[in-house]
């Protein structure tokens, strides 16, 4: 294993899509990371609630484009930067720090 340095919003978009995948080996980690109050704090929030509606959003939209379904590649993307707004409004609201992920 290797242990990586993330913002805080990657890591809990991560978790999210662990949480959607039904696969939360890594919640231990983060929370050792954050704090257990501050994992709460994050958990419970709006802004983590909404990031799980955008990747389940977005994972619909990428399989339907798998499966030649009604969706255009336009579409995908705006759901994509969608998912990448959520991340900038988590780390807005629990981190000091600047998401150093970008998009265009």
């Known amino acids: 294993m290797i242990q990586l ?5 990657y890591a809990f978009d991560y978790l999210s899509i662990l949480e959607i ?3 939360i080996n890594c ?3 983060i929370q050792q990371e954050v704090g257990k109050e501050k994992m709460l704090d994050i958990i419970n929030s709006e802004e983590y609630k909404l990031m799980i509606e955008t990747n389940k959003l ?6 339907k484009a798998r499966y030649g379904g009604d969706i255009t590649a336009k579409e995908v993307d705006r759901i994509n930067l969608e998912r990448h707004k959520r991340k900038l ?4 609201k629990f981190s000091h720090n600047n998401l150093t992920e970008y998009k265009t």
Do not use: S
Not at 5 to 9: I, M, N, R
Not at 89 to 92: D, G, I, M, V
């Open 89 to 92: 409004e988590l780390q807005r």
């Open 21 to 23: 995948k039904k696969d």
């Open 58 to 63: 977005t994972f619909d939209a990428v399989e």
């Open 5 to 9: 340095l993330v913002d805080e919003a």
């Open 27 to 29: 919640k231990a980690n």
